[in-house]
């Protein structure tokens, strides 16, 4: 399977538990994204990373939120104290480094999370 | 005001029909243009992309955009119960980074 991986794809929490997420990009791909879709919303940017280097991050990422990429390949996102309203589905996307392919970013399949 | 603004349905129409799903935008900056299937429960999929005013066809799918209006649009031909998904419009501009902004997404239903 060469497409963005994601586990789990399901995740029930309880409030106040840490949570973490892993991503595994497209191989060749050197951009990865991570975003946050709720019912009815279209997916909202997270977090940048190209290749291990984190070079944006939304306003959305509270303090609780953090996400690396240690070897430039797959990608982790933790969520502390995990709230009600962290409750959602966390896209992962990877880009490829090549020309305009770079504007194109591919989606995996999700992880949904519920805090309980 | 939102950024990108997406009607979201939802759409219903016959199998067959032509669809038109369509996005306006407000920021200026954005010059990259994407459209995203979505079925439930599933990550959006990659359908079209396009940087230039005027139309883009892949098979059945043409994409739209007329930076003038701020205004882009998809249309889906001969549509088909499988298209029958949540249509997101995707943008960008042309400064660092890559994050996109979507629409809300248009809910389609193609009924036999």
């Known amino acids: 399977d060469t497409g963005v991986s994601q586990n789990p794809r399901h995740k029930i929490t309880k409030r106040g538990q840490n949570v973490t997420f892993r991503c595994d990009p497209i191989?060749?791909?050197?951009?990865l994204y991570w975003y946050r879709q709720t019912l009815g919303q279209g997916p909202e940017f997270l977090t940048y990373f190209q290749n291990e280097a984190q070079l944006e991050k939304s306003r959305l990422l509270s303090d609780r939120f953090s996400a690396e990429r240690p070897k430039g390949s797959f990608s982790t996102l933790e969520i502390q104290r995990t709230e009600q309203g962290d409750s959602a589905m966390y896209l992962c996307a990877s880009s490829s480094p090549r020309g305009l392919s770079t504007y194109e970013q591919y989606f995996g399949p999700g992880t949904r999370l519920t805090v309980t | 005001q939102k950024e990108v603004e997406q009607d979201p349905g939802p759409l219903s129409v016959p199998e067959g029909a032509i669809v038109s799903l369509n996005c306006t935008y407000s920021?200026?900056?954005?010059?990259?243009f994407m459209w995203y299937r979505q079925y439930s429960r599933k990550g959006p999929e990659l359908l079209m992309y396009t940087y230039s005013s005027g139309n883009k066809e892949d098979g059945r799918f043409t994409a739209q955009v007329d930076k003038s209006s701020k205004y882009i649009s998809l249309f889906i031909r001969d549509s088909q119960p499988s298209d029958s998904a949540t249509y997101l419009c995707a943008m960008k501009g042309t400064g660092g980074g890559n994050k996109l902004t979507f629409g809300t997404g248009t809910q389609l239903k193609v009924e036999l």
């Open positions: 191989s060749e791909h050197n951009r």
């Open positions: 920021n200026s900056a954005f010059q990259y």
